[in-house]
């Protein structure tokens, strides 16, 4: 296959795609909500797992006990790897990169595995930029949340626990994140002649694959502060050579945030007579989409009339 291009936009309404680590939206010191790249994959990689793919690149579970109590902990890599493939055989590269392209996240982004004796770098064939909310009218929304239970710090204060805690709950009212990425499915040849015949590198198959969850993670993914996130446009620029190179497409996606339609005129324009083939995913429910390329619809796949 050739290079891919294109872009894939979330949506958000009363919920937050992507928080800091005080709880709200990310954003530059400019003030420019943004979601990154580990926002997108997640979802992928946690439909990946629930359809019983093998994931390495997730976080997963171990009980560790110790003499007088029993908690929980993350896996450790190498721990991680086990469960997927089995013991790891420190003295053979060979092996240990054959388990990895095994794992589906990192066959289409890579991975660092850095273990006694090994450390491998592979750059994944699927490339994201970060993800800039193009939405005008953004707020930043609030809501105190009373716990059902008494506050325990005061008790450990030696108060009289009388009031139950608070928390709260940061959200956006709403938010358009639009992702550029690039596929470059030659990252993988020089696995080839490592691996031999039985390495085909990043296929058709494995494209589409990713095209697939592209469009419908985000929205299969409803945690409590996702619930309101959802993929809601995806543009697929498959090229005809592997010659041509493209910028990120998501600097020239212009949104209209007053009737939330997306105007791709722009890259039309940069990538005019470049592309074998150009489809565009949309939910028709919440965006429109001013374009020429093929449309469809994002939940069903049908094709939209022009």
Same mark, same amino acid.
């Given at each position: 296959?050739?290079?891919?291009?294109?872009?894939?936009?979330?949506?958000?309404?009363?919920?937050?795609?992507?928080?800091?680590?005080?709880?709200?939206?990310?954003?530059?010191?400019?003030?420019?909500?943004?979601?990154?790249?580990?926002?997108?994959?997640?979802?992928?990689?946690?439909?990946?797992?629930?359809?019983?793919?093998?994931?390495?690149?997730?976080?997963?579970?171990?009980?560790?006990?110790?003499?007088?109590?029993?908690?929980?902990?993350?896996?450790?890599?190498?721990?991680?790897?086990?469960?997927?493939?089995?013991?790891?055989?420190?003295?053979?590269?060979?092996?240990?990169?054959?388990?990895?392209?095994? +794992?589906?996240?990192?066959?289409? %982004? /890579?991975?660092?595995?850095?273990?006694?004796?090994?450390?491998?770098? !592979?750059? @994944? $064939?699927?490339?994201?930029?970060?993800?800039?909310?193009?939405?005008?009218?953004?707020?930043?929304?609030?809501?105190?949340?009373?716990?059902?239970?008494?506050?325990?710090?005061?008790?450990?204060?030696?108060?009289?626990?009388?009031?139950?805690?608070?928390?709260?709950?940061?959200?956006?009212?709403? +938010?358009?994140?639009?992702?550029? %990425? /690039?596929?470059?499915?030659?990252?993988?040849?020089?696995?080839?002649? !490592?691996? @031999? $015949?039985?390495?085909?590198?990043?296929?058709?198959?494995?494209?589409?694959?990713?095209?697939?969850?592209?469009?419908?993670?985000?929205?299969?993914?409803?945690?409590?502060?996702?619930?309101?996130?959802?993929?809601?446009?995806?543009?697929?620029?498959?090229?005809?050579?592997?010659?041509?190179?493209?910028?990120?497409?998501?600097?020239?996606?212009?949104?209209?945030?007053?009737?939330?339609?997306?105007?791709?005129?722009?890259?039309?324009?940069?990538?005019?007579?470049?592309?074998?083939?150009?489809?565009?995913?949309?939910?028709?429910?919440?965006?429109?989409?001013?374009?020429?390329?093929?449309?469809?619809?994002?939940?069903?796949?049908?094709?939209?009339?022009?």
């Amino acid at each position: 296959m050739k290079r891919v291009y294109g872009v894939i936009g979330i949506g958000a309404k009363m919920a937050n795609w992507n928080a800091d680590f005080t709880g709200r939206p990310k954003s530059t010191n400019s003030g420019e909500i943004f979601g990154s790249d580990k926002a997108l994959k997640y979802p992928m990689k946690k439909m990946w797992e629930n359809e019983g793919k093998k994931v390495l690149f997730i976080k997963s579970w171990k009980t560790d006990k110790k003499e007088n109590s029993v908690s929980i902990v993350p896996n450790k890599l190498a721990e991680r790897y086990e469960l997927l493939f089995g013991e790891i055989d420190k003295k053979d590269t060979k092996i240990i990169l054959e388990n990895l392209f095994r +794992a589906v996240d990192v066959k289409n %982004f /890579g991975a660092t595995f850095a273990e006694e004796g090994q450390n491998i770098s !592979i750059t @994944g $064939a699927v490339q994201f930029g970060q993800g800039f909310n193009k939405f005008k009218n953004t707020t930043i929304e609030i809501q105190d949340i009373l716990s059902p239970f008494a506050d325990s710090k005061a008790e450990e204060k030696g108060k009289e626990a009388k009031q139950s805690t608070l928390g709260t709950k940061i959200t956006v009212n709403e +938010a358009h994140y639009f992702y550029g %990425f /690039g596929i470059n499915p030659r990252n993988y040849d020089e696995y080839k002649e !490592i691996l @031999g $015949a039985d390495f085909k590198g990043y296929t058709e198959e494995d494209y589409q694959e990713f095209k697939r969850v592209a469009t419908v993670s985000a929205t299969a993914f409803n945690t409590n502060s996702k619930f309101g996130c959802e993929n809601e446009f995806a543009l697929f620029i498959e090229c005809k050579d592997d010659e041509t190179y493209l910028p990120d497409l998501s600097n020239y996606v212009k949104f209209d945030s007053r009737t939330r339609e997306i105007d791709l005129v722009e890259i039309e324009e940069i990538i005019n007579g470049k592309f074998d083939k150009a489809e565009v995913y949309f939910n028709p429910f919440k965006v429109g989409v001013k374009t020429h390329f093929d449309k469809y619809n994002i939940f069903t796949k049908e094709k939209l009339q022009a």
